[in-house]
């Protein structure tokens, strides 16, 4: 027997709190990583890292973005495969959405006496093209493949070891959109060094993959609060 892709929640017509809470949080998360993604950080550690030395150096969304990942795993494993492709599908829309009121208000006149220059808030707000472009393909590419990686790992698993299924979906689907956002955003558009490169691919992904693991104890306390709160909850849906 496994279990289908079906909701493991009862069908409701109504949104629970929830289930707009990690819709929320997912969009937040979201819209935070495109406005923070151009700075780039770089944290000191005890110890050398192969190809990246002794730091870390990540995008500033990096913390925003590997939040994604957490309320999307949430929602799939509570609301199904087809429930969270819908949310994936629509931050996409999303993304056009900020890009269009950001843009529109770098192009509106500035006040004399506006606290912040037009040069500055362009300079901080409107993403280079490379960023947008590489953003936009990493974000379609991985966060679908998150969906698809953690609910096939659930049903392998007849709907047990979320941890697996958490750790196993964000760990592949960080490395594709680690890979594909620096080579697009910073290889392709703005001809970063090979090394340097992978020198942030490797810092960016190994800050990723310490935070699937450390908000897994995460997964299972919101997964199971919704479940034991959620009036209507049901029983996975199996099939021979």
Avoid at 22 to 36: D, E, H
Avoid at 70 to 94: I, P
Wanted: glycine fraction near 8%; include cysteine; charged fraction near 10%.
């Amino acid at each position: 027997m496994h279990v289908t892709d079906d909701s493991t929640m009862s069908s409701n017509t109504h949104p629970s709190v929830a289930q707009v809470g990690l819709v929320s949080l997912f969009i937040t998360a979201l819209v935070a990583a495109q406005v923070t993604a151009s700075k780039v950080l770089s944290f000191g550690i005890p110890f050398e890292l192969p190809l990246a030395g002794g730091a870390l150096v990540l995008p500033g969304a990096a913390l925003a973005y590997a939040l994604t990942f957490f309320a999307s795993d949430c929602y799939t494993e509570l609301y199904g495969k087809r429930a969270a492709q819908v949310v994936v599908n629509v931050g996409f829309v999303m993304n056009f959405v900020l890009l269009l009121l950001v843009w529109s208000t770098i192009a509106a006149p500035v006040a004399r006496n506006s606290p912040v220059a037009a040069g500055t808030f362009q300079q901080v707000l409107g993403a280079s093209t490379g960023v947008v472009v590489g953003s936009l393909v990493a974000y379609l590419v991985s966060q679908n493949w998150d969906v698809l990686v953690f609910h096939r790992i659930r049903e392998l698993t007849d709907g047990d070891a979320l941890w697996l299924r958490n750790i196993g979906s964000t760990a592949t689907s960080q490395l594709l959109d680690t890979v594909i956002f620096v080579t697009i955003a910073f290889v392709v558009f703005q001809g970063m060094p090979l090394d340097l490169a992978i020198s942030l691919m490797v810092g960016q992904y190994v800050f990723k993959l310490l935070v699937a693991i450390v908000d897994t104890p995460f997964v299972y306390l919101v997964v199971g609060a919704v479940r034991s709160r959620e009036s209507g909850a049901a029983e996975p849906t199996v099939a021979d």
